[in-house]
């Protein structure tokens, strides 16, 4: 049951609280993984970017219904079809008291588009980026670009000067290179970190001199990693923490029932999916050698409709999924409620087209999934093991933390054959999943095009799509290309998941589709 104050974009905790304390507050709550670390620009992932843009900000950031409001940025405007012109608020300080400047823009920039930066993709079509003055900067792409602007809500800023006295002006890559940026963070948000404890604890405390009015009335954040379901919700249940999620299915009516603790759910834009790896010429992980099964379409439209998602969603999330066949879901902007038909299991089918692909038998192959990412991102991979064992095709499954395992699977390892991912457009664009998930890997585009598919048409219609003005015809591209991936079956879409969390009553916060956190918005009794 989604509750009644469910608004256009996102879910807003209403009721519990009202009327606003004067006083400040703790909050502590707990989730099951850890962020990644402190630098901003490491990892596409939305735990990790939700927790950061408390501490860091964009230029542009999203509002409680998801839109687009100023931030470091008081205005901007498009001054020609490939030049845009922010001016930035004046008088923001960073958190150790200097002053932010187009400086610091210019940089971010730069050090966004670094190599060993994992969030390139946003940012790829500014050719560069020119300081005006100390309150005005340009940004020029290299070709007309449709949603710029939504395109800069993950921009976080960073400072000049203090990546420069820590020695930290080029992103480490996470699990192979160190940097103080990984550990340490600073700001102009309305937080500022005070300690961290990777896979523990981490709090943040008020920034006092941050330049907006603060709606929250928090003087101190505890963010805990609690990795064991029955353990995260026993601490809600205790009274050890304010608020958790992710929330089990199984342990929604136990909590609903429990007196001054509420439940809050609301359709999520990610889509959890499969992907195939078809860049190797063999699979290491399975049995079949001098080729790799995965690059005939036969086997990935056998492994579709081997896997039955309708009792996935029913019986193993227990209705808090949506079964999709499209890559991005309701709510982004190029979405088809007639495209979004998943394929309905047919096992017999999917044997027919293994033989056919010259796989009567079978093959071996390794799955890997995180284990502390997605609502029962285990237990769904674990049903899909017998899933495919119907069709002959056995799996060896390996799950483990999304810290391990976004750093086996993403950039820039890409090591592994088959996976289970979630994606949210960070523009909340078909844009953005075409271009970083299924466009052709060239070290700006297919960031997280994991498995390296390549289609050729696909790419030439993912380039018209980004610098289309035409709304029209644009939305019929997008159309064009998602017919493309599903022909391919270049990836299995499987559900989009809806978001639960659970709170004590007297907190009044903001949960948004997106799945973003915002402490910003929070205040307590």
Request: with cysteine; net charge neutral.
């Amino acid at each position: 049951m989604i509750p009644n104050c469910l608004r256009l974009g996102g879910l807003i905790f209403a009721g519990a609280f009202a009327a606003q304390s004067a006083s400040a507050a703790t909050l502590r709550w707990a989730s099951d993984g850890d962020v990644n670390a402190m630098d901003p620009t490491t990892r596409q992932e939305t735990v990790q970017l939700s927790f950061l843009a408390n501490i860091y900000e964009p230029l542009v950031r999203r509002n409680r219904s998801l839109g687009l409001e100023p931030s470091l940025a008081v205005s901007w405007e498009q001054t020609s079809p490939t030049v845009w012109r922010f001016h930035l608020r004046p008088n923001v300080k960073w958190q150790d008291g200097s002053a932010f400047t187009a400086d610091d823009v210019v940089f971010s920039l730069k050090r966004i588009q670094e190599p060993s930066s994992s969030m390139r993709a946003p940012l790829s079509p500014v050719k560069e980026a020119r300081k005006i003055d100390d309150l005005t900067v340009e940004f020029e792409t290299h070709l007309p670009d449709p949603i710029f602007v939504q395109e800069q809500t993950n921009f976080m800023i960073m400072s000049k000067a203090w990546c420069e006295a820590h020695n930290a002006t080029v992103p480490a890559t996470i699990g192979k290179e160190d940097n103080y940026a990984l550990h340490n963070a600073m700001g102009t948000g309305p937080f500022r970190l005070l300690s961290r404890e990777p896979d523990r604890k981490t709090v943040l405390e008020r920034n006092p001199g941050w330049w907006d009015k603060p709606e929250h009335n928090l003087d101190r954040v505890e963010f805990n990693v609690i990795s064991s379901a029955p353990t995260r919700v026993a601490a809600l249940l205790s009274g050890e923490v304010d608020v958790v999620y992710s929330v089990p299915p199984q342990d929604l009516a136990r909590i609903r029932q429990t007196a001054g603790l509420k439940v809050f759910e609301t359709p999520e834009l990610r889509t959890i999916y499969l992907g195939f790896n078809q860049s190797r010429d063999e699979l290491p992980s399975s049995d079949i050698k001098g080729k790799n099964p995965f690059r005939d379409v036969r086997v990935r439209q056998a492994i579709s409709l081997a896997i039955d998602e309708p009792a996935i969603a029913s019986k193993v999330m227990l209705g808090l999924g949506h079964p999709t066949g499209l890559m991005w879901g309701a709510g982004i902007n190029g979405y088809d409620a007639k495209q979004d038909v998943h394929p309905k299991a047919d096992p017999a089918r999917a044997k027919e087209l293994l033989t056919e692909a010259g796989y009567p038998e079978g093959f071996k192959v390794g799955l890997d999934c995180p284990n502390d990412r997605y609502i029962m991102d285990e237990q769904i991979c674990t049903a899909v093991v017998p899933m495919l064992a119907r069709i002959g095709i056995k799996v060896n499954l390996t799950a483990q933390t999304k810290t391990k395992f976004f750093t086996q699977i993403l950039n820039p390892n890409y090591n592994t054959d088959f996976w289970m991912l979630g994606w949210t457009p960070s523009t909340y664009d078909a844009h953005n999943a075409l271009y970083t998930l299924l466009g052709t890997r060239d070290g700006k585009r297919g960031e997280v095009n994991v498995g390296g598919y390549s289609n050729a048409a696909l790419d030439d219609l993912i380039t018209k799509i980004g610098v289309e003005t035409d709304q029209a015809k644009r939305t019929d591209m997008i159309r064009q290309a998602a017919v493309i991936v599903q022909t391919d079956v270049a990836t299995l879409p499987l559900h989009q998941q809806v978001v639960v969390w659970a709170a004590k009553e007297g907190i009044d916060l903001a949960q948004l589709a997106d799945n973003t956190f915002p402490y910003r918005y929070v205040k307590m009794k």
